[in-house]
């Protein structure tokens, strides 16, 4: 266990707990606005892929790359936007930033244009950055050092992402068919709206959590100068994505670059650690490393199952019409079937001194990867009729897939709010997502070893996915088994034992 266990009261924002069996009124807050933002989120997830291969008319080469880019730049940002709300901003301001760009990126999408579309692209890249790490970061700052809740609340908080994800895969395509392509993007101005609204009107709940930057607690946060290079900082970087989109294949230098800028800011930060504290936070980096494994295989689920989805999926479930949109309605309804069950048992476990070590979690969610794609190749090879597959296979593997999701993804939020030093939990968020980023550039490439000639017909295609899913599979059985083996490193580490 990363957290041991203490009854003493503590401040935490403005609440005083005792480990008290409820969760701190705030993570409610939190649950509800991340939930909206997630809505317009995955609405956009729902479609993009499909809206560049059949609206704007692109190979699946060329689509994969361009989404792997966005979204790679789109995990990148959190990186900077971790660090100037620790710094400058504090955690609220900077998702107040962060939402309202949001709103103006989707409407921007909306517009019947590609360059307009790209360019709404390159500002919700901007507003990934200061949003998505900082409403993270505060849910960490709700618990005090080892409150054993704190697993339990960001498994609560990763199923409120995941409610909002739930819902737009099965309307959105039904909306694009009816009303056209723009309908989807402002159904997804609108949720982030009211994730925006949620979160300004409620903030109070929060009481000092995020207000002031951590990094810098003195920090005069009033002035023309900081919000004038804000502005600055915003036109540069959608800028610079925009000539990313581009030069799609050239987002792989932009990540190697950030990731050698990155590595030197957090050596330069670990080694001004004592040494206790340099081996719990190396031993974080590690585990981050971890995910960027997992993550560039789970990313397939936006690309290649997409597009094995629309090609090769029999197009109905339980007896009604079911599209390539609506299969992304899986895993967040696993999210949500699975998440109140493992957050007490995470508890109780606990209590019982039986609660696995995160780094065993790790390990169980790559390998639970692993079984998903062996799983969805099995159907694919020997149970597929004339090219087409019950998407009863597609279900099982997203089980599987989201079984691994959910040993990773909330530990591993939580993990970062405990391995890590207080002043530098939104940094180490932040390179927590970047993991996320560089997995999306990785993602597409790997993406292309399904990518499907056109003109292909279906039993063609499926070959094709078979082979790419076997490929998968195996990837992700080899990194489960190194991160086993790094698991009694990690034990040292953590517990300050790194000779």
């Known amino acids: 266990m990363l957290d041991a266990q203490s009854t003493t009261p503590e401040i935490v924002g403005a609440q005083t707990i005792a480990h008290s069996p409820a969760h701190p009124r ?9 939930l909206w933002e997630r809505f317009g989120f995955y609405t956009l997830q729902a479609i993009i892929i499909l809206y560049m291969t059949k609206a704007l008319l692109m190979p699946d080469t060329e689509a994969n790359l361009l989404y792997a880019a966005f979204s790679a730049l789109l995990y990148l940002t959190p990186t900077l936007g971790g660090y100037l709300a ?10 107040s930033i962060g939402g309202v760009l949001f709103v103006i990126a989707y409407l921007l999408c909306a517009a019947d244009n590609r360059q307009i579309f790209f360019l709404g692209l390159s500002l919700l890249i901007c507003a990934n950055g200061f949003f998505k790490p900082n409403v993270s970061s ?14 339990s609340g960001f498994t609560l908080f990763y199923m409120g992402i995941n409610i909002g994800a739930l819902i737009p895969p099965l309307i959105a395509g039904a909306l694009v068919v009816r009303y056209g392509w723009h309908a989807g993007f402002l159904l997804a101005a609108a949720g982030m709206a009211i994730g925006q609204l949620i979160f300004m009107w409620g903030k109070k709940q ?3 959590a995020g207000a002031r930057p951590n990094g810098n607690p003195q920090f005069n946060i009033c002035g023309y100068k900081l919000y004038g290079l804000l502005t600055s900082g915003i036109i540069v970087t959608a800028g610079l994505c925009l000539l990313a989109f581009r030069h799609p294949q050239a987002t792989t230098y932009i990540i190697s670059s950030a990731a050698i800028g990155i590595f030197l800011i957090v050596t330069f930060y670990l080694f001004k650690q004592p040494g206790e504290q340099r081996g719990k936070m190396l031993a974080a980096l590690i585990l981050i490393a971890i995910s960027f494994a997992f993550w560039s295989l789970y990313n397939q689920a936006f690309t290649s199952l997409m597009l094995f989805a629309d090609r090769n999926m029999i197009p109905r479930f339980l007896g009604l019409p079911f599209d390539a949109e609506a299969t992304q309605f899986f895993n967040p309804f696993f999210i949500l079937a699975l998440s109140p069950l493992l957050s007490r048992v995470w508890i109780r476990m606990d209590k019982a001194g ?3 070590s995160t780094q065993m979690k790790f390990f169980l969610g790559v390998f639970f990867m692993s079984a998903g794609f062996f799983l969805l190749a099995l159907g694919a090879r020997y149970f597929g009729m004339n090219g087409y597959l019950s998407p009863w296979w597609l279900a099982a593997s ?9 040993l990773i993804s909330p530990i591993g939020l939580a993990m970062i709010t405990v391995l890590c030093p207080r002043e530098l939990t939104g940094m180490m968020m932040g390179v927590w997502f970047f993991a996320q980023s560089a997995s999306f550039a990785l993602g597409g490439y790997l993406a292309n070893i399904a990518a499907v000639p056109a003109n292909a017909g ?3 295609s499926l ?10 599979g195996w990837i992700a059985l080899l990194m489960a088994v190194a991160s086993f083996a790094c698991i009694p490193l990690l034990n040292r580490m953590i517990r300050g034992k790194t000779a």
Request: hydrophobic share 45%.
């Open 398 to 406: 997203y089980l599987l897939q989201t079984m691994g999701e959910l």
């Open 463 to 472: 070959s094709i996915y078979t082979h790419a899913f076997i490929v998968y």
């Open 86 to 95: 620790d710094r400058y901003f504090g955690f609220q301001r900077a998702i």
């Open 354 to 356: 039986w609660n696995p």
């Open 26 to 34: 705030g993570l409610y807050l939190l649950f509800f606005v991340e």
């Open 138 to 151: 505060i849910v960490g700052e709700l618990y005090s050092q080892g409150d054993p809740r704190r697993d």
């Open 458 to 460: 279906a039993a063609t």
């Open 206 to 208: 929060l009481g000092a």
